[in-house]
């Protein structure tokens, strides 16, 4: 079975500093996706990022991007220059083409401080 | 265009009692998923389906029927509400066919509480 694993419940950062959070997964597919969602308090989940596990290149989207190892199985995202509104809990998630299901970890909530 | 929308956004529930959860999409996509979402558990699936009429049991199903009698709906029903299911439900939305189907897109949640 497919597995996600966040092993920072909580982290904390200043503003315009960055920061990493960490995710790893256990697969044995060789077709997945890779996501990371942002809940702010409105707990609406937001995707910030996404990463085709065929692809070796790091998915880049404005200040979020990712450090994607795949023979380890890790899928870290780093927050460059940190917002106050980067405040939420962010949830790495794995998806397979053959399961077509869409697994979570168990998130890590990330506070920005002023 | 409003995406994925949920009703209620809240609702309190006796034990035993009965309700539905509504989600209604209007993106035409394909498949559609119920998720519950505990504090310290991430989000688990609890039911989802590829297609009107067609439903599939998830991870977590127990307590819990669907119905897909049209696209854009996706109804969750708890027939006899327990304290345990007491959760945030997060209904989500994907395109089999479009470039990126592997993602999904979220609705905004119905928290219930079951007393």
């Known amino acids: 079975a497919q597995t996600v694993t966040q092993s920072q419940p909580e982290m904390s950062v200043q503003e315009a500093e960055t920061v990493t959070l960490s995710c790893t997964y256990d697969?044995?597919?060789?077709?997945?996706?890779l996501f990371w969602y942002k809940q702010p308090p409105s707990r609406q989940m937001i995707l910030v990022i996404r990463?085709?596990?065929?692809?070796?290149q790091n998915a880049t989207e404005n200040r979020f991007s990712v450090n994607f190892q795949k023979a380890a199985k890790s899928f870290s995202l780093k927050i460059s220059d940190s917002q106050l509104g980067d405040t939420a809990m962010y949830f790495c998630?794995?998806?397979?083409?053959?399961?077509?299901?869409?697994?979570f970890g168990t998130g890590t909530l990330l506070a920005v401080q002023p | 265009n409003a995406g994925v929308t949920q009703t209620p956004k809240f609702r309190v529930l006796k034990t035993g009692q009965s309700m539905t959860l509504l989600c209604a999409q209007d993106?035409?996509?394909?498949?559609m998923y119920w998720y519950r979402q505990d504090p310290g558990m991430g989000l688990r699936l609890i039911h989802y389906?590829?297609?009107?009429?067609?439903?599939a049991k998830g991870e977590v199903p127990d307590g819990y029927n669907v119905s897909r009698l049209k696209k854009q709906n996706f109804l969750l029903g708890l027939e006899s509400a327990a304290p345990s299911q007491t959760s945030v439900y997060f209904c989500?939305?994907?395109?089999?066919?479009?470039?990126?189907?592997?993602?999904?897109?979220f609705g905004p949640g119905t928290r219930l509480l079951v007393l």
């Open positions: 998630a794995w998806y397979g083409g053959a399961t077509n299901k869409l697994i």
């Open positions: 697969t044995s597919e060789n077709n997945y996706y």
């Open positions: 990463q085709e596990a065929y692809k070796q």
């Open positions: 993106m035409n996509h394909e498949y």
């Open positions: 389906s590829v297609g009107e009429g067609t439903t």
């Open positions: 989500a939305s994907s395109n089999p066919t479009a470039p990126r189907k592997e993602t999904q897109y």
